[in-house]
């Protein structure tokens, strides 16, 4: 999701991506949702938020990287 943001459903849902350069290797903005209230009715406009371009996410920094714990079902 390279613009952080998706309609589907014929404009009815969107989808929001909130981690921009995801790992340092796609360079895909994020999004967040500006919601207000109008009236009878919700004004929602996506925002963009520009990939920042870090040298965090190194090679040897996703290879070490620990893997997330398991979730136990209860």
Not at 42 to 54: A, D, F, G, H, R
Request: contains cysteine; aromatic residues 12%; glycine residues 6%.
């Amino acid at each position: 999701m390279k613009d952080g943001y998706e309609y589907f459903a014929n404009g009815h849902l969107i989808t929001v991506f909130s981690a921009t350069n995801y790992c340092g290797r796609d360079m895909n903005f994020g999004a967040l949702l500006d919601i207000v209230d109008v009236g009878d009715t919700l004004l929602v406009t996506p925002k963009q938020i520009e990939p920042y371009n870090s040298s965090f996410w190194s090679a040897e920094v996703i290879r070490d990287r620990s893997a997330s714990p398991m979730r136990v079902r209860r």
